[in-house]
């Protein structure tokens, strides 16, 4: 059974820095390109970044390159989203995802919520 946990989010000011991590199971996750995604209420989800099983693949949206980092360790089936210079518009639920869009095995998603 594929399982999907994230955890890290929290409530930042604006410029702040946020780190989350997904733990996974149930799958082999060294096999798997993984994605970041998020969804702002009422809105579809939309994509964060994503990284290909050895690391050497890796895209960002426009809107966070340069400012969210997204690593993983196969050893330990983590996944990690590094988010510096937060800004009020990242705020949204993030979810860890197994595989691609429409990513329909992702975790229950943290919430970062960016406001001063």
């Known amino acids: 059974q594929v399982q999907i946990v994230e955890s890290g989010g929290g409530v930042v000011q604006p410029g702040g820095s946020l780190r989350l991590s997904c733990a996974t199971s149930?799958?082999?996750?060294?096999?798997?390109?993984m994605s970041w995604v998020r969804q702002v209420p009422g809105e579809v989800i939309d994509w964060v970044a994503v990284?290909?099983?050895?690391?050497?693949?890796?895209y960002y949206q426009t809107a966070v390159k340069g400012r969210f980092t997204i690593s993983r360790d196969n050893r330990k089936k983590m996944l990690y989203l590094q988010m510096n210079q937060l800004r009020p518009e990242d705020t949204a639920v993030y979810y860890c995802?197994?595989?691609?869009?429409?990513?329909?095995?992702r975790g229950q998603g943290t919430q970062v919520t960016v406001s001063s």
């Open positions: 995802a197994k595989g691609g869009s429409p990513w329909p095995e």
């Open positions: 149930g799958f082999r996750f060294g096999s798997e390109v």
């Open positions: 990284i290909d099983v050895t690391s050497t693949k890796i």
